[in-house]
């Protein structure tokens, strides 16, 4: 980030992108664990992510952009995933909360559970589960595209293990 400021690029916790991961300068494009970038489009939230997943979909997202294919997906359409192994137990986050979410758990076992955050709208905005192996990796992915399509989903039936999410997803 030194160099990039150096050179006039804006830099605020990173280098400041927008969602087509372009600087300021219209020459210069920034991906990865170096650039600060507008979470979920534009309201005015930016962040750092120092994953590898966010690295892989920015290169393709400025790479795309770089060569005017302005069809394909903006850092808009990602959502944030990240993942841990913690001996024999799975760690999944989809999203990102905010200070002023509202949170639930839905738990299925005593070693396998979710833990849900929606904002004011009732919209999932983050999902963070463990469980044994991979237990929980296809309600984190379900959570994913809930985010991503802006589901409205009650407190209420997300903490229900026993509702579906597939069926919560579709309304």
């Excluded at 400021?5 to 990173?14: H, I, P, Q, R």
């Excluded at 300068?25 to 590898?52: H, K, M, Q, T």
Aim: glycine share 8%; charged share 25%; with cysteine.
């Amino acid at each position: 980030t030194e160099l990039a400021e150096a050179s006039g690029l804006d830099v605020a916790n990173g280098i400041v992108v927008d969602s087509k991961m372009q600087t300021n300068d219209p020459d210069v494009f920034a991906a990865g664990d170096c650039c600060s970038f507008p979470l979920y489009g534009g309201d005015g939230n930016y962040i750092r992510l120092e994953s590898w997943q966010a690295v892989g979909e920015q290169g393709d997202i400025a790479a795309s952009h770089m060569m005017d294919h302005h069809e394909v997906k903006t850092c808009a359409d990602l959502i944030p995933w990240f993942w841990s192994e913690q001996y024999d137990h799975v760690l999944q986050v989809a999203g990102i909360a905010a200070n002023d979410d509202i949170s639930c758990e839905r738990e299925y076992e005593e070693t396998h559970h979710i833990t849900f955050a929606l904002d004011q709208d009732q919209k999932i905005t983050s999902a963070c589960g463990i469980a044994p192996q991979t237990k929980i990796a296809k309600d984190i992915r379900l959570a994913m595209k809930m985010i991503a399509t802006g589901s409205v989903v009650s407190l209420s039936d997300l903490a229900d293990s026993s509702a579906a999410l597939k069926k919560l997803m579709r309304g």
